[in-house]
């Protein structure tokens, strides 16, 4: 954990924020995984960890913004416990480990609970986003289930969202740690996809075992896959076979909690071919053009533009697109090779409060999602500022289902060069992915860099 | 997956066994880790995937024992899905795979499920683990979901842990397949526990990380410790020490989605000491005695006692016990050592069915569970039949809050020689686990063998 004076820090600043009624902050618990007593391993939930530090089940914190008292739920151990799992504080020792005054069990919630809502005071909480804590909110606060996202609070989404998009010094630190694991986790996929034969799941596996063995989980379900234009797939049923690109898109979750999130493709065998070779050049242009445009002050969907304007041109020289580029990104016609953002929001979650609402994080007043194709699928809008950390993603991909029905319909034919496309549809996919501190007045890109370029590829491949 | 006529046949048996009504069985749902569209790795249920095969989110199996109808439901995929998912089979396809005549919506499904429950037929279905599908099942059969578990059906549990208890041929195959990645993991943990100062978390991370790259997550979350004597403990933070014992309780699920469960009990640093040795050699008589007594029609409770026997004169020998053995393990003071069962049943769960309820897989009319401390954790009583899996997992711990509490209340006196015990309370724990088969007339220990024997650990420590 943190120091005390960080999580006080982070208390103070939410009340003054949210400046009335009383924030309810509900951790996660155990979550069955074949039956009530064997369970996944556990998550916390990042605003709780955020505000109160605790990577523990069944705890629930309280923040009352006008009187400033908070409070620490949950269920006391006693000796029975305590035979089973070894000596544990007690639930006063952890509340004064974090700087809160108060403790207390589940039924004191319900009577702090009971005493605000049924004296008309507002209590805020953030969406929850699973059953059994959906069903603990309504029960607490009496609220029918069905209706629970009805009633989240957006002044207390705005006051996370203000708090957590700033990352400190110390949370830059441990999301540098879990970059460092996740270099040892890419260039072992280097390693074994250098070798024809080996099972996507061999590698992913092992990929995860870096990960766990570094002290935290995947911060998402690796994606490692000979099909990367298969956008939404965890498949690792395959045989890796020369010829195709690796998509490998893996990052871990640190100690700590915080989150890396990497991608990098390369070809199975060790070598590019000429055709991989001229692709995966046009992504990276796109990508190394990325750090060169952040800056706090710049939107980050300006630079969405830029890097698939600078991935446009590339195909153009490959024959794939012709015409006017910038007015091929106007028309959205690059949607056809990067139908998703060029990044998101990286921190405590690796789509950074993802759980508040995407427009939350990555929009406001100012800036509104595009609803056009590709730009639409873009997380993170809004104009950038010091402290943020982001990720720096494009990508291209050879989709057969969506290219035949922009073909059909003679989608943006006067930017595509379908004949030349249809070459491309045995091609899979490609992208590449950096993790980016938005400084005071340009970027860092974090971590000990992870062979990138095609000569770092191939060098680290035939190592 | 199985031929098609292995889910046919499991159906067909299943409806014999039922008589009446209709059999609901859900499939499980993804579970969010940290937001929505971020989830745990999917695990399927495993009545559903022994009866309807599919390892698929949001599928619905039901079997009409009467009529012999049965039907797959799920959301068919659409052209949008196909662009960002691949090809994939539709519904009607699946369901031709495993045999099932009939497919179709969820909104279907509910059809289907009103006509039944308006016209007072019975819905037969287990007990639901997952908050999704408790509210699922009570939206679809009208039922209040505080109260779901009262309608379980216990004719559909005791048909399933018929059917489900005695392992065919092919699943047996399936199993040492997933004992084969245990060997890997366990025999690498005694490589990396034979240097100190390692952390508890690389090793365990290791370990599933083996695991996953066998195709498989663990079939429960790794217990590696060199606090062994804390049962309920999956804190792996700790740096290993000589002089600790490390247990790592430790298996797999292979593709198919068969458990191994393995524990070995190893000295960091890869030499026993004296005590060591000898509380090992303890309790590894115990665990060699049991294949030899295991056959059908014996109870397996009578063999926990046998084990649990064999462990108290070893401990005798030790001085930490005195006086008549059996008249100790009659009055229960062997439960100061292994306040745990001797084993449980084993297959597609680690704990095979334990959702069900776990006195309809471990016990029946005839056998009923022991309200004795030690004997009352066993969760297989009833007698063995050909084609059981097992565990086979004595132990021997020093809790010091459990000594203290025995000593102070004076309990079992007469056998425990307390002074001795004393000395051993900075020992911690030691458990050494394998799994059997059940044959016509006796047993086999399933899986190439993990090093057990203190000269085989030490050798293998040693590599």
């Known amino acids: ?42 998550r916390q939930d990042s605003t709780f960890r955020y505000f109160f530090g605790y990577d523990i089940q069944g705890l629930v914190g309280v923040i009352d913004t006008e009187s400033g008292e908070e409070y620490l739920f949950g269920e006391e151990v006693d000796m029975d416990d305590i035979i089973w799992t070894g000596p544990i504080p007690s639930l006063s020792e952890r509340a004064e480990e974090i700087g809160v005054a108060n403790s207390g069990t589940i039924k004191d919630l319900r009577n702090l609970m009971d005493k605000a809502v049924f004296s008309g005071r507002k209590v805020h909480y953030v969406p929850p986003y699973r059953a059994e ?18 009633y989240v609070s957006v ?15 110390e949370e830059i630190i441990e999301i540098e740690k879990a970059l460092e694991t996740a270099y040892r986790m890419h260039t072992t996929m280097m390693h074994m996809a250098a070798k024809e034969g ?33 956008l939404h797939g965890h498949d690792h049923s395959l045989q890796i076979k020369k010829g195709r690109m690796i998509v490998s898109d893996a990052g871990c979750e640190n100690p700590m909690g915080y ?20 692709v995966y050049q046009a992504v990276l242009d796109a990508q190394l053009l990325v750090p060169t445009l952040c800056k706090p002050n710049v939107k980050y969907s300006e630079i969405h533009l830029a890097a698939v304007e600078k991935l446009g041109e590339g195909l153009k020289a490959l024959g794939l697109m012709k015409g006017d580029i910038k007015q091929a990104v106007k028309e959205g016609a690059m949607g056809l090779f990067m139908p998703h953002g060029l990044g998101h929001m990286m921190g ?50 050879f989709i057969p289902a969506l290219i035949d029905k922009w073909k059909s319909e003679k989608r943006c034919e006067e930017f595509i060069n379908y004949n030349e496309v249809e070459k491309f549809k045995d091609f ?29 590829i191939e060098d680290e491949m035939c190592k």
Do not use: W
């Open 155 to 169: 002044e207390l989404i705005n006051a996370c969202v203000k708090q957590r998009s700033v990352k400190s010094a």
């Open 133 to 150: 804590n959906v069903e603990f909110i309504a029960d607490i606060l009496h609220l029918d289930p069905k209706y629970i996202q009805a």
């Open 348 to 397: 405590l979650d690796v789509h950074d409060m993802e759980n508040y609402g995407e427009n939350y994080v990555g929009y406001d007043k100012k800036n509104v999602r595009s609803d056009q194709f590709g730009l639409a699928s873009l997380r993170l809008g809004r104009e950038l500022q010091e402290g943020f950390v982001i990720t720096d993603e494009p990508g291209c991909y």
């Open 198 to 230: 080996t099972f996507e799941y061999e590698i992913a596996g092992t990929m995860e075992g870096i990960a766990l063995a570094g002290g935290g989980p995947v911060s998402f379900p690796i994606i490692l896959t000979t099909h990367g234009e298969i």
């Open 1 to 42: 954990m943190f120091s005390k004076e960080t999580y006080v820090q982070r208390r103070k600043q939410l009340m003054k924020d949210v400046k009335q009624g009383l924030v309810l902050i509900v951790g996660n618990s155990d979550v069955a995984f074949n039956y009530q007593a064997n369970q996944y391993s556990f």
């Open 428 to 456: 899979g996919g490609i992208r590449i992915e950096d993790d980016v501190l938005i400084t005071k007045d340009s970027c860092r890109i974090l971590g000990r860099p992870i062979p990138k370029t095609v000569s770092e």
């Open 259 to 278: 989150c890396s999130d990497i991608t990098r493709s390369v070809p199975v065998g060790g070598k590019f071919d000429a055709r991989q070779r001229s």
